[in-house]
């Protein structure tokens, strides 16, 4: 059974940093395409970052790029996000999501086929 465990979520002020973390389990961490995914309330998901099995070429969106950064431990199963500058509008939960199959396309727009239950990010002003 595949599971996602995120962790790392809190409240900070505008300018702080977080790190997310995304523990993974019953899957074959090391192949396929892992993302970071975030919903804030009353808008749609957005993906916000995703990076290959190689843990190279990250893709991030217009909105994070060059604050937040995606990394992955291969030997851990883990997942990070690591978030600098936080701004309110960060504000959102923040999901962690996978697609294993060693044929993924890795992008923003990867069908990610598990996802976790959500950390949620509160950014004050």
């Known amino acids: 059974q595949v599971q996602l465990v995120e962790s790392g979520g809190g409240s900070v002020q505008a300018g702080g940093s977080l790190t997310l973390s995304c523990a993974a389990s019953g899957l074959v961490y090391s192949s396929g395409c892992m993302g970071w995914f975030r919903q804030a309330p009353g808008k749609e998901r957005e993906a916000v970052a995703s990076?290959?099995?190689?843990?190279?070429?990250?893709y991030y969106s217009d909105s994070v790029k060059g604050r937040f950064t995606i990394s992955r431990d291969n030997a851990k199963n883990t997942l990070y996000l690591r978030m600098n500058s936080l701004k309110p509008e960060d504000t959102a939960m923040y999901y962690c999501?996978?697609?294993?199959?060693?044929?993924?396309?890795?992008?923003?727009?990867?069908?990610?086929?598990?996802w976790g239950q959500g950390t949620q990010v509160t950014v004050s002003s």
């Open positions: 990076m290959n099995s190689a843990g190279v070429s990250p």
């Open positions: 999501a996978a697609a294993p199959a060693a044929w993924t396309i890795c992008s923003l727009r990867t069908n990610f086929n598990y």
